[in-house]
């Protein structure tokens, strides 16, 4: 009985979701944020949406690269967000918020925005709409230096 | 796209101050709930945004807060011509409650839905009584609506069925202070094809106007249906209420975003239908709304932009709409386009819309979002929203009336 529910639980949650790329360990933003504080390690947020047509052409032409796969996994905890879910999430302050709500408050205003964070949620950089591999590396290569940067201060 | 925006921004410091009559004198702001502080956070959220009701001589506020570290439902009413909220009431069981949406009977009367540990919940208050609660339903059901004609609920709600959520209308009888559950059907008589989610209910003298999301074409649509008059649960097949954008704007894809609608009945058997809609993708989500068109084929009309040209520098949030007996239609959301996020208003005149105006004590430093408005008898504005100094502070519940001008 409880593998008929857990089965049934799982297509729930696969009807429920948007498209993140396969083959990465993208996760919900409030498990993502937990991971990033207890692991001290920078989130990249995937805002996307149900349908959004710029989400799949930029998993398809950039995020299928296996060396962005290897970095973004290596380097960062990642979130995806379905920015016009009401999937409720609970921050690290404690209020329990919708992904929809999440999307507000980092002005996902289109789709897709990636938003590279620190691991308590502060914006670092943001690339919005469809990106390709090339871009995906320069703003990892960006956002490691900002991280040094700010270690050696 | 930047020099349009600049354009715009530059136009708007230049412009004089507005001709426009607004409708309404505004008062200044009072606290909802007298509970707040650090960790505790208000949200006014349901379904259709109907958190703020007028009944007779009392307004009444519903929301749900975590100060005891459980989220759960609170209702605060007050006397039109007090000064302060009082009455605060815990309107939630004992379990993690969510969504509240609240309506007026008559008499100074409240009938409150809500979602409690996955199903949904009702009762009603009145002035010195809370009704017994009633549970609905088996299956895992989300995001209430409610409607009535004081002697009936009809409330819809989100639920699982199979592999999707459906949308479905309960009608309920009221006795006393008591509720009894009659027909339930589903809105839409084909099973769904993809998730139906945040439905809103409009209730006519003859017939009920039910819109939601829905996600069947592969992105999100707005869709609505309105039932048979002569047999209340059979709803004739819903159609498509959200149209694509002009083709020299259409997305990559397989469409663009739309979300949360809301609807308000007004004057006499109208309709609108207003939500937030990316069809202008690169400036984010606008305020779009429809007006239902009684004896038509085609449910609802062409869709208008509800904000002015200046909310293209900005994107709209939370759309919330209130019409009253005389004709008298609002549109409430909020917008950055000052800076801060503030509350935004346009209404209905000349059958056109407004200029914006950001509500005065509802403007200005921090954040002013998630509105809920209702108009009364007399077309008064009441307006409640959630106020933040930060983006991620704690939160109030905040509430301004807005006196129509004559």
Redesign the interface.
């Known amino acids: 009985m409880r593998a008929v529910l857990l089965i049934i639980s799982t297509l729930f949650s696969l009807a429920a979701m948007a498209e993140p790329p396969n083959g990465y360990p993208f996760q919900a933003f409030d498990k993502a944020m937990q991971q990033a504080r207890s692991e001290n390690k920078p989130l990249f947020v995937y805002f996307g949406r149900y349908g959004c047509g710029y989400c799949e052409k930029t998993n398809k032409e950039a995020f299928s690269d296996k060396q962005v796969r290897e970095i973004y996994s290596k380097n960062y905890v990642l979130a995806y967000v379905d920015s016009e879910s009401g999937k409720r999430l609970r921050l690290p302050s404690g209020e329990r918020v919708t992904e929809r709500e999440v999307g507000t408050r980092y002005n996902a205003f289109v789709t897709p925005v990636f938003t590279f964070m620190t691991a308590d949620g502060k914006p670092l950089l943001r690339l919005v709409g469809v990106q390709r591999i090339e871009d995906l590396q320069q703003a990892d290569n960006k956002v490691q230096r900002l991280l040094n940067k700010a270690a050696r201060l | 796209m930047k020099l349009q925006t600049a354009g715009l921004v530059l136009l708007f410091i230049a412009s004089p101050l507005s001709v426009q009559a607004d409708p309404w004198e505004f008062s200044k702001p009072i606290a909802v709930t007298a509970t707040h502080g650090e960790?505790i956070?208000h949200?006014l959220?349901s379904s259709g945004r109907h958190n703020i009701a007028v009944s007779a001589d009392t307004i009444a506020v519903a929301w749900e807060d975590?100060r005891d570290?459980t989220?759960r439902i609170y209702l605060a009413r007050k006397a039109r011509n007090s000064q302060s909220f009082s009455n605060e009431v815990q309107i939630s069981g004992q379990g993690e409650a969510?969504e509240p949406s609240l309506i007026a009977l008559s008499n100074n009367r409240f009938a409150l839905a809500w979602e409690e540990d996955a199903r949904i919940h009702l009762r009603l208050v009145t002035p010195t009584e809370l009704g017994p609660i009633i549970s609905l339903g088996e299956g895992?059901a989300?995001?209430p609506g409610l409607a009535s004609d004081d002697q009936q609920l009809l409330l819809v709600y989100s639920q699982?069925d199979g592999?999707?959520a459906r949308i479905w209308m309960q009608d309920i009888k009221i006795n006393g202070l008591a509720l009894q559950t009659k027909q339930a059907c589903a809105v839409d008589a084909e099973p769904a094809k993809?998730?139906q989610?945040?439905p809103t209910i409009a209730k006519l003298k003859d017939r009920v106007i039910v819109a939601w999301?829905d996600?069947r074409?592969?992105?999100?649509i707005i869709m609505a249906a309105q039932n048979d008059q002569l047999n209340f649960c059979h709803f004739h097949p819903p159609q498509r209420i959200s149209e694509g954008p002009s083709s020299s704007r259409m997305?990559?894809?397989?469409?663009h975003?739309?979300?949360?609608v809301a609807l308000a009945p007004y004057g006499n058997g109208q309709v609108l239908a207003a939500w937030a809609d990316?069809r202008n993708?690169?400036?984010?989500?606008d305020i779009y709304s429809a007006n239902y068109q009684p004896g038509n084929n085609q449910l609802f009309g062409p869709n208008l932009s509800v904000q002015d040209s200046f909310g293209g520098v900005a994107?709209q949030?939370h759309a919330t709409v209130a019409g009253d007996h005389s004709g008298k239609l609002v549109v409430g959301w909020d917008d950055k386009r000052n800076g801060d996020a503030n509350i935004m208003l346009s209404w209905r005149e000349d059958n056109e819309w407004s200029d914006d105006i950001s509500v005065p004590g509802a403007d200005g430093t921090g954040e002013q979002n998630h509105p809920t408005i209702s108009l009364d008898a007399e077309g008064n504005l009441h307006l409640a929203w959630i106020a933040r100094s930060t983006?991620?502070g704690p939160s109030r519940v905040q509430y301004l009336f807005g006196r129509l001008i004559d």
């Open positions: 960790k956070f949200h959220e975590n570290a989220p969510y895992e989300t995001q699982r592999r999707y993809d998730e989610l945040f999301e996600r074409p592969g992105h999100t997305p990559y894809g397989k469409g975003g739309v979300a949360r990316k993708f690169r400036d984010g989500y994107q949030w983006t991620n």
